[in-house]
């Protein structure tokens, strides 16, 4: 039951920092391009590369990777900005965004499990 | 009837609340301006969510991303005979912790009597139906337009109102209703001798038709420059300020540099870092130039509708702002310019301007 009330307070805690990055970077940035999402979701995979690399216990890692991690980062709004640039005829946008995201997350990730490594 | 009235019109965030002293948790700005036109029983009404905007602060609210369309602006624009608007903008002003609240003068046209359209360039016409009224078995918005494209009209575009006043009553729009009421807002330009046209037909095919005229001037279309904006001085006589508007229609099917028209627009004017402000919105339905009037499809890869970008400014910095707006619609889009006899900014306790109208003839 405790365990429960973890994952919603951490996952609470993702929600709101997400809105948080992605509105100030993206307010920073002021492009089409939504860069706020993307700075969410590459950050979130090297946090999670990091602390999947630091095989933390089987609770730790619910509330760490599945709750704070999982509702940091978005998949549905990386969807729905991708589909809202190629609604705007912005297609080189949106296929940047689809790229960049993928190869950009992936090398976060790593990074995220090297440095874990690291320590 | 063709009376002098006037157009009082709002531009804010959505998620603003009201300026109150008392309750404990104040309601929506929106929602307490309307239920001021609706006790007041103001003519017409109609609140429009838009899709980006900035204003003095410089921060950008825009529908392209999730984060930042949280708190969208909207613009909610209320016209009567003076005497009316005037005991309302007080009111108005002391509810609002942060936007622009502009007056203009217009002219509300309720019978098909006498139109006096002067001998301007250009007029703007104003049609508000409701969303589900009809005119001869079609949607009154799209034979409105139908009637606007066969006159020749420069444009025509729907604005989808989400809650209003009309005749004086209060429509809302509500997730689990038909809407038939809630006002929809068609801005047209045309000729004076258009405009008279299609308010004669327009009064005759709608029963109780509420259409207000305006006088503009046609500065661009379809990349051809007419005349620029007039060059207005900052004050009139009496030394109160002058301010210009220019209403740029493009559609989403237009681009600059890769962005839409009114994105690139937009971006352009925060880049300048003295423009005051822009709010773009997005029509339901319209032409521009020679395209039939069309809408969006439900199933389609890109937007083709109609928008709007409505830039507020002094008159120096419109004179410059246009340079902007000439640049990016070299091919496409409609552009009008027109007088903004009273403008007053609101940020907090800083209220910049005045609600007393500046009288100009140009």
Redesign the interface.
Known sequence: MLLWVGVLIAGGFGAVLRFLVDGAVARRAARSFPFGTLAVNISGAALLGLLGGLALNRHAALLADTAFVGSYTTFSTWMLETQRLSEERQLRSAVANLVASIVLGIAAALLGQWIAGQL | MNEPCLKLTTYFGERQRVVTDHARRPGFLADAMLDLFDTREVATSVMLRGIASFGLRH??RT??????S?DPPVTIAAVDVESKISDLVDEVVAMTSHGLVTLERARLVRSDDMLDVGINDAVKLTVYVGRQERIGGLPAYRAVCDLLYRHGFSGGSVFLGVDGTAHGERYRARFFSRNVNVPLMIISIGTPAQVLAAVTELTAAAPKPLLTVERVRLCKRSGQLFARPHRLPDTDDRQRPLWQKLMVHTS??T?HG???VH?ALV?RL?DSGMARGATVLRSIWGFNGDHKPHGDKLF????RVPVVTIIIDTPEWIARTFEIVHELTAEHGVVTSEMVPAVMSIAGPDHVGDTRLARHDY
């Open positions: 921060v950008l529908d392209e991303s999730l984060s930042l949280e989403e099917a681009s890769g962005l839409p994105r971006h925060l389609q890869l890109t937007r």
